[in-house]
């Protein structure tokens, strides 16, 4: 293979800067919010920066609290492996308190003094979270267990927020940070795999043409003043290849057989409508989009498809059943041929 002249078709074909940009940018995100999330949510917060925790003041949003727990009951509600509990301070108020099951362990002894015959002394524990909303869904299953008369008696009783002891503030930054990470990391893979196929069609391309000892010959057509130039160059027909920067592929004029617009639907939507070209080693190639930013619409896939057919008389055009089974038919026929030279 003639390296400068695989060099310069490389050039040509290799996929968009704003592909080659964004890659990299994404993959640095990816790794970049992942690790600072990882390392945020097993960050542990200042118990020193803590605030008490008032369930009824709209100014315990957002804070890092605390709250001494004297007793703890069964947990009133739940949800998957989530639980939330009702807890006393140690002046007999209460509140609603969210906890893992580990959490609740630590509080087994203040679980055992809620339901106790005789009251008994016992040291409170202290435990820290921030607060959260108690939603209309938590409230109503409060109200059926303590048989409360309405949801606005709950709120009366236990206020607006509870204490959310798997929340801290590190932990939301991180989980933030997480987001971005997974997001970006999505993005990445997808932005990488569209690049991926990309240069994987230069690479075939350029291996189709080293193979027939055409790489050369392609290479100085690409500059050619008779060449046109369809659309912001999406596109460029020479006399033998039609060169296709926005797949990644060069196609000598000759192999191509049948040419037809190919429309690809999401739930009845239209998502692309290219323009396809099928070899005789029986393989489609995409020759163009239509885009409306680079100039390609319905009429440029007509005007590309007549210039081709007036350099090969035979193309076949269109998509329909009969231009399928001709199309099968001729490489059938190639086929044959080439096991019969072979």
Not at 27 to 36: D, E, K, R, S, Y
Not at 174 to 193: E, Q, W
Request: aromatic share 10%; with cysteine; charged share 25%.
């Amino acid at each position: 293979m003639n390296k400068d002249s695989a060099k310069k078709l490389k050039e040509y074909l290799k996929s968009p800067r704003w592909l080659r940009i964004l890659v990299p940018v994404f993959l640095a995100l990816a790794v970049i919010g992942i690790i600072a999330g990882i390392t945020l949510d097993g960050k542990k917060p200042d118990p020193s920066k803590a605030i008490e925790f008032y369930p009824a003041e709209d100014e315990m949003k957002g804070k890092y609290v605390y709250l001494d727990v004297k007793g703890i009951s069964d947990y009133v509600a739940s949800r998957d492996s989530e639980r939330w509990y009702v807890a006393v301070d140690p002046y007999g108020y209460g509140y609603i308190v969210k906890l893992n099951i580990s959490q609740f362990y630590d509080l087994k002894e203040h679980n055992t003094w809620w339901y106790a015959e005789e009251e008994y002394d016992l040291a409170p524990t202290r435990i820290y979270g921030m607060p959260d909303k108690i939603s209309d869904e938590l409230a109503d299953v409060i109200k059926d267990v303590f048989e409360y008369s309405s949801r606005d008696e709950v709120y009366d009783v236990f206020g607006k927020y509870l204490l959310n002891s798997m929340r801290t503030p590190s932990k939301n930054v991180g989980a933030i940070f997480l987001m971005i990470g997974l997001l970006s990391a999505v993005t990445f893979f997808v932005l990488g795999l569209s690049a991926a196929i990309h240069n994987g069609s230069v690479r075939r391309s350029l291996k189709n043409l080293d193979k027939q000892g055409l790489l050369d010959e392609a290479a100085v057509q690409l500059d050619s003043p008779l060449n046109e130039i369809i659309g912001e160059d999406v596109t460029r027909i020479s006399q033998d290849f039609i060169f296709c920067p926005s797949a990644g592929n060069i196609l000598p004029l000759k192999d191509i057989i049948w040419m037809y617009g190919h429309v690809q639907r999401y739930n009845g939507a239209v998502t692309s409508q290219t323009l396809q070209a099928a070899t005789n080693k029986n393989k489609n190639y995409s020759v163009c989009e239509i885009k409306r930013k680079n100039g390609v619409d319905q009429d440029t896939f007509l005007h590309i498809m007549e210039v081709l057919q007036e350099r090969n008389p035979d193309l076949i055009l269109g998509y329909s059943l009969e231009n399928l089974r001709a199309y099968g038919d001729i490489c059938k026929e190639e086929k044959a041929r080439a096991k019969a030279q072979g």
